[in-house]
């Protein structure tokens, strides 16, 4: 049974920086698109970043020049490492990923943006 795992997220102060990690798991996986999507309250989930397998990048307006996502083929591993965090960067992150030609989800982490 193919799993994304999130974890990473908390509460961080305006300019602060969070890393996001997401851990896909399941038997002969072998992960292709992976991404990074956030929903906060009240709106609809967005696309926040995206990488394929040969790390090929694809960024939101929104958090170009200040989040990065990287990924480890190896150990099936994604990363999202957060930068001059703002107070609209506050949501839930989830971690997608095409697995085998099936888009998997993540349940989901917190990232919270506050003084």
């Known amino acids: 049974q193919v799993q994304l795992v999130e974890s990473g997220g908390g509460l961080v102060q305006p300019g602060g920086s969070l890393r996001l990690s997401c851990a896909a798991s399941?038997?002969?996986?072998?992960?292709?698109?992976m991404g990074w999507y956030r929903q906060a309250p009240g709106k609809r989930r967005e696309l926040v970043a995206t990488i394929t397998r040969g790390s090929g990048t694809n960024y939101a307006d929104a958090v170009k020049g200040r989040f990065t996502i990287s990924r480890d083929n190896a150990k099936n591993l994604v990363y999202l490492q957060m930068n001059s965090l703002k107070f609209e960067d506050t949501a839930v992150y989830y971690c997608y990923g095409d697995i085998l030609g099936q888009g998997y989800w993540g349940q989901g982490t917190q990232v919270t943006v506050s003084s």
């Open positions: 399941g038997s002969g996986i072998r992960t292709n698109l």
